[in-house]
């Protein structure tokens, strides 16, 4: 009878529709493959720039969750276009950055979850998770710890 109730089969997620953008081919196949792997039901999309970024975000499809990497140099305007064409998308920073700065100034655009790029699968889907359950709540991969209090 406990079987049937707590079957592992009777666990299900909300299929996303999610979406890597990283210039780095290796590193979007990475991500995709472990997200796949551990959440076969969403739906993964991949850009290695902001253009094909943008042609998607006007196209039908709606994009639950967007990964991201900002290098410190990189120009935030196109991250504020982005939130603004789809505010109800949430954005999680993946990065090798740990630089204490960028993560408080994208804190302040708005952003909540910060993952790195070699985060275990489950601070992955962790976040994800996170992002839908609890958009305003901030999620912090464990090794970002020194950032945190630049964002309370």
């Known amino acids: 009878m406990l079987d ?3 079957s592992i089969n009777k666990l299900s997620y ?3 529709n999610i979406l890597i953008v990283d210039s780095n081919h290796r590193d979007r196949i990475i991500l995709e493959k472990a997200i796949e ?3 076969p039901n ?5 850009a290695e720039n902001l253009e094909q970024v943008f042609l998607l975000m006007y196209s039908e499809v709606k994009l639950d969750i967007i990964f991201f990497d900002i290098e410190p140099q990189a120009d935030l305007d196109d991250l504020t276009i982005a939130q603004a064409i789809a505010p109800d998308t949430a ?3 993946w990065s090798k950055c740990q ?3 960028i993560i408080e100034l994208l804190h302040e655009m708005g952003i909540n979850s ?3 790029k070699d985060s ?3 601070v992955i889907l962790e976040a994800i998770e996170m992002s839908q359950s609890h958009p305003k709540f901030l999620y912090l991969d464990e090794r970002l710890g020194e950032c945190l209090p630049l964002l309370c």
């Open 4 to 6: 049937t109730l707590f």
């Open 14 to 16: 909300k299929p996303l």
């Open 37 to 39: 792997i551990n959440r």
């Open 42 to 46: 969403h739906e993964i999309y991949v």
């Open 91 to 93: 954005f999680i920073h």
């Open 99 to 101: 630089h204490p700065e």
């Open 114 to 116: 910060f993952c790195l």
């Open 120 to 122: 275990e699968p489950r």
